[in-house]
């Protein structure tokens, strides 16, 4: 018996074409109700965070993918096995987080390790 031995990690795709400019509001209003969203405008979210260091960029993402879970810095320490102090000073950009401790940080918020490398 055949069966799928892998789910896909995403249920989303992201579509791209090359055609004529005058037909783009065209294309874009016949996907719309198909459950697509116009993204040509959007840049990326590095780039909205040009003040930042990437320390502070990747502390954002931590900060942002913890409250996403509902965890506070004190259940995540304890989730993780370290002082919340250093989730403060990781989130904050004073603490690096190195590939041993991002692993942990992605496995206890459902989240990829490389986002915090």
Not at 36 to 47: C, G, L, N, Q, V
Not at 55 to 66: D, F, M, N, V
């Amino acid at each position: 018996m055949q069966a799928h031995t892998k789910k896909l990690p995403i249920e989303k795709i992201e579509l791209r074409f090359i055609g004529p400019i005058a037909n783009m509001a065209s294309a874009v209003d016949a996907l719309k109700p198909l459950g697509f969203m116009d993204t040509s405008e959007s840049i990326p979210w590095r780039e909205a965070y040009s003040e930042c260091s990437e320390a502070q960029l990747i502390g954002k993402a931590l900060a942002g993918t913890r409250y996403r879970e509902g965890l506070t810095q004190t259940e995540l320490s304890k989730l993780i096995g370290i002082p919340q102090r250093h989730i403060s000073e990781m989130e904050n950009g004073k603490r690096p987080i190195g590939k041993e401790m991002a692993k942990r940080l992605g496995k206890a918020l459902n989240i990829s390790y490389k986002v915090f490398l």
